[in-house]
Protein backbone atom coordinates (compact mmCIF):
# COMPACT_ATOMS: atom_id res chain seq x y z
CA UNK A 1 0.00 0.00 0.00
CA UNK A 2 1.66 3.48 -0.75
CA UNK A 3 1.64 6.38 1.32
CA UNK A 4 1.72 10.10 0.35
CA UNK A 5 2.72 12.57 3.24
CA UNK A 6 2.27 15.89 2.22
CA UNK A 7 4.42 17.93 4.92
CA UNK A 8 4.02 22.11 5.23
CA UNK A 9 5.85 23.92 7.24
CA UNK A 10 3.29 24.71 10.03
CA UNK A 11 1.83 28.27 10.96
CA UNK A 12 0.67 29.86 14.20
CA UNK A 13 -1.72 30.79 12.26
CA UNK A 14 -4.65 28.10 12.07
CA UNK A 15 -6.25 28.76 8.94
CA UNK A 16 -3.00 28.33 7.02
CA UNK A 17 -2.82 24.47 8.72
CA UNK A 18 -6.14 23.73 7.42
CA UNK A 19 -5.29 25.03 4.13
CA UNK A 20 -2.59 22.15 3.94
CA UNK A 21 -5.11 19.76 5.48
CA UNK A 22 -7.97 20.84 2.43
CA UNK A 23 -5.18 20.16 0.15
CA UNK A 24 -4.56 16.72 1.67
CA UNK A 25 -7.86 16.13 1.22
CA UNK A 26 -8.03 17.24 -2.54
CA UNK A 27 -5.30 15.18 -3.22
CA UNK A 28 -7.19 12.00 -2.13
CA UNK A 29 -10.01 12.79 -4.82
CA UNK A 30 -7.23 13.11 -7.34
CA UNK A 31 -4.85 10.48 -7.05
CA UNK A 32 -6.44 8.00 -5.29
CA UNK A 33 -5.51 5.28 -7.85
CA UNK A 34 -1.79 6.01 -7.39
CA UNK A 35 -1.71 6.27 -3.49
CA UNK A 36 -3.92 4.54 -0.95
CA UNK A 37 -3.18 6.98 1.94
CA UNK A 38 -2.78 10.40 2.23
CA UNK A 39 -2.20 12.60 4.89
CA UNK A 40 -0.83 16.22 5.83
CA UNK A 41 1.98 16.74 8.28
CA UNK A 42 3.82 19.73 9.84
CA UNK A 43 7.54 20.43 10.31
CA UNK A 44 6.72 22.47 13.22
CA UNK A 45 4.04 24.49 14.87
CA UNK A 46 1.64 22.56 13.92
CA UNK A 47 0.04 18.79 14.65
CA UNK A 48 0.18 16.60 12.99
CA UNK A 49 4.10 16.61 12.99
CA UNK A 50 6.67 14.18 10.65
CA UNK A 51 7.30 11.14 13.02
CA UNK A 52 2.87 11.14 13.83
CA UNK A 53 2.60 12.20 10.52
CA UNK A 54 4.41 8.75 9.16
CA UNK A 55 3.05 6.63 12.02
CA UNK A 56 -0.10 7.08 10.12
CA UNK A 57 0.68 6.50 7.04
CA UNK A 58 1.97 2.89 8.57
CA UNK A 59 -1.13 2.43 11.27
CA UNK A 60 -2.97 2.63 7.54
CA UNK A 61 -1.20 0.06 6.21
CA UNK A 62 1.20 1.21 4.49
CA UNK A 63 4.46 -0.32 3.31
CA UNK A 64 5.73 2.53 1.25
CA UNK A 65 6.02 6.17 2.26
CA UNK A 66 6.44 9.57 -0.33
CA UNK A 67 7.20 12.29 2.31
CA UNK A 68 6.37 15.56 -0.22
CA UNK A 69 7.97 19.08 1.00
CA UNK A 70 4.91 21.19 0.37
CA UNK A 71 8.11 24.04 0.46
CA UNK A 72 9.29 26.09 -2.79
CA UNK A 73 12.44 26.68 -2.01
CA UNK A 74 15.60 24.27 -1.48
CA UNK A 75 16.30 25.79 2.10
CA UNK A 76 17.67 24.56 5.51
CA UNK A 77 14.15 22.86 6.10
CA UNK A 78 13.90 20.79 3.26
CA UNK A 79 18.05 19.95 2.78
CA UNK A 80 18.31 19.68 6.66
CA UNK A 81 15.66 19.09 8.55
CA UNK A 82 12.73 17.29 6.61
CA UNK A 83 15.53 14.40 5.76
CA UNK A 84 17.30 14.33 9.34
CA UNK A 85 13.26 13.73 10.77
CA UNK A 86 13.02 11.00 8.43
CA UNK A 87 16.52 9.60 9.49
CA UNK A 88 15.55 9.40 12.92
CA UNK A 89 12.34 8.24 12.19
CA UNK A 90 13.09 5.56 9.52
CA UNK A 91 14.56 2.55 11.77
CA UNK A 92 11.26 2.87 13.77
CA UNK A 93 10.01 1.23 10.81
CA UNK A 94 12.74 -1.19 9.16
CA UNK A 95 10.30 -3.05 7.28
CA UNK A 96 8.69 0.62 4.93
CA UNK A 97 10.12 2.23 2.36
CA UNK A 98 10.61 5.81 3.40
CA UNK A 99 11.20 8.40 0.30
CA UNK A 100 11.63 12.15 -0.09
CA UNK A 101 10.23 14.08 -2.76
CA UNK A 102 12.13 16.76 -4.57
CA UNK A 103 10.77 20.70 -3.10
CA UNK A 104 8.10 21.83 -5.33
CA UNK A 105 10.22 24.80 -6.75
CA UNK A 106 12.51 22.02 -8.82
CA UNK A 107 9.80 20.85 -11.17
CA UNK A 108 9.37 22.22 -14.72
CA UNK A 109 5.26 22.51 -13.73
CA UNK A 110 6.28 25.58 -11.94
CA UNK A 111 6.90 27.78 -14.74
CA UNK A 112 3.48 26.75 -15.61
CA UNK A 113 1.75 27.64 -12.54
CA UNK A 114 3.55 30.82 -12.14
CA UNK A 115 2.29 32.38 -15.54
CA UNK A 116 -1.25 30.84 -15.23
CA UNK A 117 -1.24 32.79 -11.69
CA UNK A 118 0.01 35.88 -12.61
CA UNK A 119 -2.77 36.10 -15.49
CA UNK A 120 -5.16 35.07 -12.83
CA UNK A 121 -4.48 38.84 -11.17
CA UNK A 122 -7.58 40.94 -11.03
CA UNK B 1 4.46 47.90 -21.25
CA UNK B 2 3.38 44.92 -18.98
CA UNK B 3 5.84 44.05 -15.84
CA UNK B 4 5.75 40.78 -14.20
CA UNK B 5 7.11 41.39 -10.28
CA UNK B 6 7.71 38.01 -8.48
CA UNK B 7 7.97 38.37 -5.13
CA UNK B 8 9.39 35.99 -2.58
CA UNK B 9 9.41 36.11 1.50
CA UNK B 10 13.56 36.59 1.29
CA UNK B 11 15.62 33.97 3.48
CA UNK B 12 19.03 34.43 5.29
CA UNK B 13 20.33 31.89 3.15
CA UNK B 14 21.52 33.39 -0.07
CA UNK B 15 21.52 30.17 -2.13
CA UNK B 16 17.17 30.42 -1.31
CA UNK B 17 17.31 34.10 -2.88
CA UNK B 18 19.41 33.25 -5.67
CA UNK B 19 17.09 30.28 -6.57
CA UNK B 20 14.24 33.11 -7.18
CA UNK B 21 16.39 35.48 -9.00
CA UNK B 22 16.85 32.39 -11.38
CA UNK B 23 13.06 31.69 -11.26
CA UNK B 24 12.54 35.12 -13.08
CA UNK B 25 15.24 34.44 -15.23
CA UNK B 26 13.39 31.58 -16.14
CA UNK B 27 10.47 33.47 -16.55
CA UNK B 28 11.42 35.77 -18.57
CA UNK B 29 12.68 33.24 -21.07
CA UNK B 30 9.09 31.06 -20.88
CA UNK B 31 6.48 33.96 -21.26
CA UNK B 32 8.61 37.39 -22.79
CA UNK B 33 5.48 36.97 -25.12
CA UNK B 34 3.16 38.02 -22.58
CA UNK B 35 5.58 40.10 -19.99
CA UNK B 36 8.18 42.61 -21.42
CA UNK B 37 9.51 43.01 -17.89
CA UNK B 38 10.14 40.67 -15.31
CA UNK B 39 12.25 41.18 -12.22
CA UNK B 40 12.60 39.31 -8.76
CA UNK B 41 12.12 40.82 -5.41
CA UNK B 42 11.59 39.92 -1.48
CA UNK B 43 9.51 40.80 1.38
CA UNK B 44 12.09 41.06 3.50
CA UNK B 45 15.34 39.66 4.40
CA UNK B 46 16.93 40.18 0.70
CA UNK B 47 17.79 42.75 -1.97
CA UNK B 48 15.37 44.26 -4.00
CA UNK B 49 12.43 44.82 -1.61
CA UNK B 50 9.01 45.23 -3.14
CA UNK B 51 9.21 49.08 -3.27
CA UNK B 52 12.63 48.96 -4.95
CA UNK B 53 11.23 45.91 -7.52
CA UNK B 54 8.41 48.16 -8.68
CA UNK B 55 10.22 50.94 -8.92
CA UNK B 56 12.75 49.25 -11.21
CA UNK B 57 9.76 47.86 -13.40
CA UNK B 58 8.49 51.47 -13.55
CA UNK B 59 12.05 52.61 -14.82
CA UNK B 60 12.28 49.71 -17.44
CA UNK B 61 9.03 51.85 -18.83
CA UNK B 62 6.21 49.80 -17.36
CA UNK B 63 2.57 51.10 -17.37
CA UNK B 64 1.07 47.71 -15.60
CA UNK B 65 2.71 45.70 -12.85
CA UNK B 66 1.88 42.39 -11.55
CA UNK B 67 2.72 41.11 -8.13
CA UNK B 68 2.77 37.43 -8.06
CA UNK B 69 3.39 36.00 -4.89
CA UNK B 70 5.51 33.13 -4.30
CA UNK B 71 3.73 31.84 -1.87
CA UNK B 72 2.03 28.57 -0.85
CA UNK B 73 -0.62 29.62 1.70
CA UNK B 74 -2.55 32.65 2.87
CA UNK B 75 -0.89 33.48 5.54
CA UNK B 76 -0.41 36.89 7.23
CA UNK B 77 2.19 37.68 4.38
CA UNK B 78 -0.07 37.04 1.44
CA UNK B 79 -3.33 38.53 3.01
CA UNK B 80 -1.70 42.22 5.06
CA UNK B 81 1.98 42.33 4.27
CA UNK B 82 2.54 42.12 0.42
CA UNK B 83 -0.75 44.08 -0.73
CA UNK B 84 -0.07 46.80 2.48
CA UNK B 85 3.49 47.22 0.94
CA UNK B 86 1.87 47.74 -2.42
CA UNK B 87 -0.73 50.22 -1.40
CA UNK B 88 2.04 52.40 0.21
CA UNK B 89 4.40 52.21 -2.46
CA UNK B 90 1.14 52.67 -5.75
CA UNK B 91 0.56 56.76 -5.25
CA UNK B 92 4.18 57.27 -5.90
CA UNK B 93 3.29 56.15 -9.60
CA UNK B 94 -0.21 57.31 -10.05
CA UNK B 95 -0.71 56.17 -13.81
CA UNK B 96 0.56 52.92 -12.82
CA UNK B 97 -2.15 49.91 -12.83
CA UNK B 98 -0.60 47.81 -10.23
CA UNK B 99 -2.41 44.38 -9.30
CA UNK B 100 -1.86 41.56 -6.75
CA UNK B 101 -1.80 37.73 -8.34
CA UNK B 102 -3.10 35.41 -6.04
CA UNK B 103 -0.81 32.69 -3.94
CA UNK B 104 0.13 29.60 -5.88
CA UNK B 105 -1.61 27.16 -3.57
CA UNK B 106 -5.12 28.74 -4.76
CA UNK B 107 -4.51 27.29 -8.45
CA UNK B 108 -5.90 24.11 -9.36
CA UNK B 109 -2.50 23.61 -11.00
CA UNK B 110 -1.10 23.35 -7.68
CA UNK B 111 -2.37 19.63 -8.00
CA UNK B 112 -0.87 18.26 -10.95
CA UNK B 113 2.47 19.76 -9.84
CA UNK B 114 2.00 17.86 -6.37
CA UNK B 115 0.86 14.77 -7.29
CA UNK B 116 3.70 14.98 -10.14
CA UNK B 117 6.45 16.06 -7.71
CA UNK B 118 5.43 12.89 -5.70
CA UNK B 119 6.21 10.51 -8.54
CA UNK B 120 9.55 12.19 -8.85
CA UNK B 121 10.71 10.94 -5.19
CA UNK B 122 13.66 8.32 -5.36
Known amino acids: ?14 QSNDEVIVLAEKLKLNCADQYDIIHAGFLELAETLIPDGIKKCVDDGATSIIVLPYFLNSGRHVVEDIPNIVNDTQPHYPSIDIKIAPHLGASDLMMELLITTANAAK
Chains 1, 2 share one sequence.
Not at 1 to 14: D, E, F, P, V, W
Open 1 to 14: MKALLLIAHGSRRQ
